[in-house]
């Protein structure tokens, strides 16, 4: 069955960098393209990027254009999302989700991993 | 970043019919299709509908979508108190290049 796992959520200051990761199986991960979300606490979905299945093909949300950098490596089946600059408007929780194939300007998602943890503070 | 735009909050009882509205523009959901998702408490958001109308295998056929225009709408008809849940619609933008997600609305089954 699809399974989508992040890691390398934790506790941050501002300005600082972390790296997220998503660890996929269950299926052809090369052959779909992949989205970063995130959740504030207690706040809606926002969108934050999405990388093609052949991984040059990239876009951002305003947001975190010119920070954030979405990345994968298709022989690890991982996802990454290199968070640099860090706010404490960026904490959330960061969920990676898979989108309905190779398709990239898409708002499908159809799985979604449990997501993990950023907090941004001082 | 501009949202589309739910209604914070529906309700409705096991006999009624709850209407969900997400209002967007002709670069959003004029042009892309919408996806709707689910979200039960302290849990990662599912997948409910995509393609507008269309239902991922496993979700019941009390839940449907419809788009016209610029307006799509999520119904459940006879809602269960499993349905209790954060909505949110999501459509594709062509002039932001990037998904835009509705504020969400909470659903509450009487």
């Known amino acids: 069955q699809v399974q989508l796992v992040e890691s390398g959520g934790g506790v941050v200051q501002p300005g600082a960098s972390l790296r997220l990761s998503c660890a996929a199986s269950g299926f052809t991960f090369d052959s779909y393209s992949m989205h970063w979300v995130r959740q504030a606490p207690g706040k809606g979905l926002e969108w934050v990027a999405i990388?093609?299945?052949?991984?040059?093909?990239?876009h951002y949300a305003e947001s975190v254009k010119g920070r954030f950098a979405i990345s994968r490596d298709n022989s690890k089946n991982t996802l990454y999302l290199q968070m640099n600059s860090l706010r404490p408007g960026d904490t959330a929780v960061y969920y990676c989700?898979?989108?309905?194939?190779?398709?990239?300007?898409?708002?499908?998602?159809?799985?979604w991993g449990q997501g993990t943890l950023v907090t941004v503070s001082s | 970043q501009s949202v589309l735009t739910q209604p914070p909050s529906a309700s409705g009882t096991p006999g009624q019919k709850v209407t969900i509205s997400c209002s967007g523009s002709?670069?959003?959901?004029?042009?892309?299709?919408v996806n709707w998702y689910q979200q039960l408490p302290g849990t990662a958001p599912k997948l409910l509908i995509y393609?507008?109308?269309q239902r991922p295998s496993g979700v019941p056929g009390r839940f449907s979508g419809s788009k016209s225009g610029t307006s799509a709408s999520l119904a459940i008809s006879g809602p269960q108190s499993e349905d209790e849940a954060d909505y949110y619609c999501?459509?594709?933008?062509?002039?932001?290049?990037?998904?835009?997600f509705g504020g969400g609305t909470k659903v509450t089954v009487l």
């Open positions: 989700a898979r989108a309905g194939g190779v398709e990239v300007e898409t708002a499908r998602g159809d799985y």
């Open positions: 999501a459509a594709w933008d062509d002039s932001l290049k990037g998904v835009l």
């Open positions: 990388i093609a299945y052949y991984g040059s093909d990239i």
């Open positions: 393609s507008n109308n």
């Open positions: 002709s670069s959003n959901i004029g042009s892309n299709t």
